[in-house]
């Protein structure tokens, strides 16, 4: 679990598709072998740890969903440790699960497929390579976030351009609103169902 405040700003050391080595100073203390550590919104978990690096094993799946196809020896990455017990919970509630990936068009604007249109919503909470960031507008699939100078200065934000691809995760709350809606209609469609077959309605 993150909170979606990014603590420093690492670099991709090396990756060949599999092994990604991040080179980074701040995140690493306190950092144990098999902790989390979210890279650009994406949580991975920590296989090997050094003076000045970590790696981690990274999957098809993440490959596939995220931008980390794009990753290349040199580029900037946002990173976050996961929540302790004692963590001020500065952003919002973000699992490290990135939902898919949205395209960059300036001024702080993002073009996301359909899917993911419909959980975001006008001042609610969305991530942007693991930043945690509040709607400003949204409408016919983009959307634009609020964001200070300081997150600004302290995420790789500062350093997009446009058509670049970023991770996104939605809000969460949204999906498990979703998810009860549905299946409360079910319920309701077979309790229905149910009474017009044993003739009660």
Known sequence: MFTGIVEEI???KNFDGKRLVIECSKVLEGTQLGDSIAIDGCCQTVVELGNNFFS???SKETVSITTFKNFKSGKKVNL???LTPTSRMGGHIVQGH???IAK???DMTFEVPKELDKYIVYKGSITVNGVSLTVAKNENQTFSVAIIPHTLENTNLKNL???DFVNIETDILGRYVEKFLLTQNNVSNINE???KENGFI
Request: avoid cysteine; proline fraction near 0%.
């Open 98 to 100: 990135v939902d898919g």
């Open 193 to 195: 169902n149910f009474l």
């Open 104 to 106: 960059y068009l300036g």
């Open 56 to 58: 981690a094993d990274v």
């Open 161 to 163: 351009n446009f058509g």
């Open 80 to 82: 976050e440790r996961a």
């Open 10 to 12: 690492g670099f991709i």
